[in-house]
């Protein structure tokens, strides 16, 4: 179940509300753990055991924190947390990556002529896994840390890790951000409500009105065919893609912290209008916030961050952006974006950060120039395509290409798409955002995101296209 969808707007979420508000305080949490198994038994119905696997964590995991924390010395801690984090990310290593490796070993054995073929794994990636495993290795982490204590109520851990606001795209919340709320009387008030449902409509607009319309674009450049499109098609098609991706993922991340003000929870911000950077290095304080956190706090900084010098700082950031490939997906290119920003950031940390800082103009150009490129990667898995793509954008030759004139397909693409284009780039500004924090309480307001709900509604009703590009991390 996704929350642009008919039977999460329509039937879930009247349902869990009315309840959620009826109930006395005390029970709160465990209707709210309820509602959110529910709705995860929803979204993986084809595949029950799934269900079982995420009360699994649950459980496996309660009690290790709680190991974690009756252990004395720190090295019977440490055992105890190894134990948990083997525990947690074997399940994320056999569903997501176990394929992948056995699929690259079969074809190094290829090539080394050696005769042995080991059996493909198609296994269907849990919804949410690689957010509620990072989540609860977290978790793991900082009582491990004894920065915050372990939980004692197994209802109120898994509110935690189910909640169903954030359990399948993130925002990734550190147990010291909710545990109050969970343990406390949540204030819900009529001002919270109010802005948290501004909030999720606004994000359901994003998707459904830009997200879901632009997607178009990339599909029809990419069913025109790499070899034949020309370069500034191309562009159009990356930029539409860059576009798609944001307003889906920020649309949902904007959903996500709405319906936990409603509950009387804060989300971190996990978008900060990132395709304004004037740098890689600002983008990715910009973008996914919550995850570059996690790799920075659980990653990047055991590791010895940038304290070790300056060779064991770019092996570290080595690391991190393999992992954050990883993350992203079982596949080379993923593999390959992780290594493109990688350099980048590297090159900018070691000398190009100030002289980009300095010129504001040149800084945005470098930026239009590498958000597409990047989005590009990120999207094409077949690496022949992606290798051809990339030729095109730079007005490169590609071999066995298509010696037609595409330029009128360009003019055929913008003429069609530069309104929503224009529309995307507005948003992707503080504006919208600044505007409703000021105007959302004026009537004037009220009745335009009532207009944006009801027209996402009736997209959404009308069968129009509705992929939800995160789903598969």
Known sequence: MVFSSIAFIMYFMPV??????????????AWL????????????????????????????????????????TKRARKAWLLVGIVYDLGWLILFKYLGFLIENLNALFGAMHVKVQLETWNLILPIGISFYTFQIISYLVDVYRRETKAEKSLISLGTYLCMFP?????????????????????????????????IFVLGLAYKVLLANKIASLWNTVMTAGVMGIHPLTAWLGSWGFSMQLFFDFFGYSLMAIGLGRILGFKFPTNFKN?????????????????????????????????RKGQKRMILNTFIVWLLTGLWHGADWNFIIWGMFFFVLLTVEKLFLLDKLERHAILSHIYMLIVIPVSWTIF?????PTLGN???????????????????????????????????CA????????????????????????????WLSVYQIASGANNPFLYFRF
């Open 389 to 423: 793509y990339i030729k095109r954008l730079f007005f490169l030759p590609v071999k066995g290409s298509v010696k037609i004139d595409t330029f009128p397909k360009f003019l055929e693409l913008f003429g069609t798409y530069w309104w929503l284009l224009a529309i």
């Open 426 to 453: 507005i948003c992707c500004t503080p504006i919208p955002i600044r505007l409703l924090k000021r105007f959302y309480k004026t009537w004037v307001c009220k009745i335009l995101m009532l207009a944006l709900f």
């Open 33 to 72: 753990f309820l509602a959110s198994l529910g709705f995860y038994y929803y979204g993986v119905r084809g595949n029950p055991g799934y269900l079982l696997l995420m009360i699994m964590s649950v459980v496996v995991n309660f009690v290790a924190g709680k190991l974690i924390e009756a252990q004395k």
């Open 379 to 383: 999207n094409i898995s077949d690496l």
């Open 274 to 306: 990132p395709y304004c950077a004037t740098s890689s290095t600002d983008f990715w304080r910009r973008w996914h916030i919550t995850l570059s956190r996690w790799f920075r706090e659980y990653v990047y900084i055991p590791l010895g961050g940038n």
């Open 16 to 29: 869990f509300f009315l309840v959620y508000y009826i109930l006395p305080a005390s029970y709160k949490n």
């Open 166 to 198: 954030q359990l399948i795209a993130g925002p990734i919340v550190s147990f010291s951000e909710v545990k109050d709320d969970l343990h406390k009387q949540r204030k819900i008030s009529l001002p919270k409500i109010e802005w948290g449902t501004t």
